[in-house]
């Protein structure tokens, strides 16, 4: 099978799973170094019509096909699969986990108001609210799946993690409460550390612009200069 009008960067996608050598010039086909892949087939995906190589010896690139109604379905998930591979890259980088199922945000925020609870004076006020927000992510999960955020949230898990049952988080495929740790439902740590950091970031900076726009304005001094 022969493919003709492929751009370079499908042919580079190509050299890199079966392991070929991209050659210019036919002169010394001997010295070039050969890919290897098992079946080449061509198939309909819709009105298109595309050449599959499977069993690739490299692997080290793939195509994912996505397919949907409209625009706007084709573009959110693409939007969805660009971040979760943006997850699955930092993860790779840095390896470190957390539970997720709003698990991990439950123990932060319990923390913060045992904390807040010892701490004296107005700074005990702001971390009472750090440890409200935080609650907020597992509820927007709840809520996301069409569960009872306040059933789920208020009345067991957040009993459950007062207890000290830290590991334990929203099962969305049930809509109970479950162990992270036995489902296995884990989240990359980097990325829940950008996210909290972005999101502190942007509560101060919203603070501070409130504190400037409550300042008393400057008074204007009258201008004498024309008499």
Aim: overall charge negative; proline content about 4%.
């Amino acid at each position: 099978m022969v493919i003709e009008h492929a751009d370079f960067e499908e042919i580079e996608r190509l050299a890199l799973v079966t392991g070929g050598e991209i050659a210019s010039t036919f002169d010394s086909p001997d010295h070039v170094r050969l890919g290897k892949c098992k079946p080449i087939e061509e198939m309909m995906i819709g009105k298109d019509k595309l050449i599959k190589f499977s069993c690739v010896e490299m692997g080290e690139a793939c195509t994912i096909v996505l397919r949907g109604a409209t625009k706007q379905i084709l573009d959110e998930a693409e939007r969805s699969l660009h971040d979760a591979l943006c997850v699955l890259t930092q993860t790779v980088k840095e390896t470190k986990t957390v539970f997720g199922g709003g698990s991990s945000e439950m123990l932060m925020a319990d923390a913060v108001s045992k904390l807040a609870a010892k701490t004296p004076g107005k700074e005990a006020v702001p971390m009472e609210s750090f440890a409200k927000a935080t609650r907020m992510l597992p509820t927007t999960i709840a809520d996301n799946a069409g569960y009872d955020s306040a059933q789920l949230l208020i009345s067991e898990l957040r009993a459950i993690h007062t207890a000290g049952k830290h590991t334990m988080g929203l099962n969305m495929v049930e809509g109970e409460v479950g162990d992270m740790e036995k489902l296995g439902i884990t989240e990359s740590f980097p990325v829940k550390r950008q996210v909290l950091m972005n999101a502190s970031e942007a509560a101060e900076m919203i603070l501070r612009v409130d504190d400037i726009i409550k300042s008393a304005p400057r008074p204007r001094q009258p201008d004498h200069r024309h008499h």
